[in-house]
């Protein structure tokens, strides 16, 4: 037994960027021994939202069990790492300079490698743990905090084609969700509730929602519009709480133009990338990660575009779409074998642009 583990390589892995705290065990051959994410969900609930110092309050309190979790699930000890990596940004510095010393700590007592990972690009490297996908890659990174379209060349090589110039999908569909009484996470109740919308097409003449930068060039995206649309239409429903077919009708129809807004965007960065890498690859894929996709009409509305246009769409798997260590750890692996490791000095982040490069924008939901 002891022969087999130190055969390959253990990375631990820790997120505490938002509002999970989390921590896994992952090997090199691409095994996934433990995966423990704790979610603050209802620590948060009551507020409607994440309160980053309770946020950070919460990781110091959880993160050494969360750790310990990881390693006894992977029946493994501290003794068996080859090396911990930890998410150093962009998100809530508070959370973040937990998990990130917890890992610096961890480094320097068993004389092991600390990796500092950027959390988008956790998300982005996740289809090359849980599916083998060759690079180069078209990304749709959608979360709470990011909405972006980028390339992914290389480990540490994106080229960010475009960006939200205000919410991310995802905060646009928090929002929403608190403005109709639903609880937070917005996302996946706005999925839920959706589901009892009897009537799609009359769902959506009820509730007709903008479709910002429709048809424009490049590939930003804007979801205020959406958020203010769906605001309107509360304040013409009667006063009090709301009735649940109105809630479920509205919700339809915002799950809906969110995955239109999104294929709108994608299918010319789609055009793009055949054009200019479509000779790099064997098998052009769209991967989309981070918490929204999750989402089934998202990823089906995407999946339809993507053959369309002779690409193949790769989503991770549900418990790898959200925050998780598994993402992290893999990320430090691909760092560890490119020989590439971070001292203990380095400092967190909390902004950290996957594409230096990329031209600024300035917007409210713009983190990265
Ligand atoms: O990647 P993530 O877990 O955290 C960030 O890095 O932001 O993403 C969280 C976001 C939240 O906005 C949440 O509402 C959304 O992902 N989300 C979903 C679903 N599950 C989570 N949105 C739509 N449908 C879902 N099933
Ligand atoms: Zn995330």
């Given at each position: 037994m002891y022969r087999f583990i130190s055969m390959v390589m253990n990375v631990l892995g820790i997120e505490t960027s938002c509002d999970e705290t989390a921590a896994a065990i992952v090997t090199d051959t691409r095994e996934i021994r433990s995966n423990v994410v704790l979610s603050q969900l209802e620590t948060h609930a009551v507020y409607g939202?994440?309160?980053?110092?309770?946020?950070?309050r919460a990781h110091l309190e959880h993160i050494d069990k969360v750790i310990q979790a990881a390693l006894s699930d992977a029946g493994i000890t501290f003794d068996d790492l080859d090396g911990v990596a930890a998410t150093?940004?962009?998100?809530?510095?508070?959370?973040?300079?937990?998990?990130?010393?917890?890992?610096?700590a961890i480094a320097a007592a068993k004389g092991i490698p600390f990796i500092a990972i950027n959390h988008l690009e956790g998300h982005a490297l996740t289809p090359r743990l849980s599916d083998d996908i060759a690079f180069p890659y078209l990304l749709l990174l959608v979360s709470g905090g990011h909405t972006q379209i980028l390339v992914a060349e290389d480990v540490g090589v994106y080229k960010r084609w475009g960006t939200t110039l205000d919410d991310a999908a995802g905060e646009c569909l928090d929002k929403s969700a608190k403005m109709m009484g639903l609880p937070y996470p917005g996302g996946p109740n706005i999925e839920k509730i959706a589901k009892n919308c009897n009537n799609p097409v009359t769902a959506r003449?009820?509730?007709?929602?903008?479709?910002?930068?429709?048809?424009?060039?490049?590939?930003?995206?804007?979801?205020?519009g959406l958020k203010t649309a769906v605001r309107t239409h509360i304040e013409k429903l009667p006063k009090g709480d709301l009735d649940p077919k109105d809630v479920a009708d509205l919700s339809y129809a915002l799950q809906n133009q969110t995955a239109k807004i999104l294929a709108d965007r994608c299918e010319s960065a789609m055009v793009r990338f055949l054009e200019e890498y479509g000779e790099k690859t064997d098998n052009p894929t769209l991967v989309i990660c981070g918490g929204v996709s999750a989402n089934q009409t998202i990823r089906e509305t995407l999946d339809d575009l993507a053959q369309k246009h002779g690409m193949t769409i790769?989503?991770?798997?549900?418990?790898?779409?959200?925050?998780?260590?598994?993402?992290?750890?893999?990320?430090?692996?691909?760092?560890?074998?490119r020989g590439q490791n971070d001292p203990l000095n380095f400092q967190a982040r909390p902004r950290w642009p996957l594409d230096p490069n990329a031209a600024p924008r300035h917007g409210a939901g713009v983190k990265a």
């Open positions: 939202g994440i309160v980053p110092e309770i946020a950070a150093c940004g962009p998100g809530l510095i508070g959370g973040v300079m937990i998990g990130m010393m917890s890992a610096k003449e009820r509730f007709p929602l903008p479709s910002p930068l429709k048809g424009r060039k490049g590939h930003d995206f804007s979801f205020s790769n989503a991770p798997p549900l418990p790898l779409c959200g925050d998780n260590g598994a993402m992290i750890a893999w990320a430090g692996i691909e760092r560890l074998q």
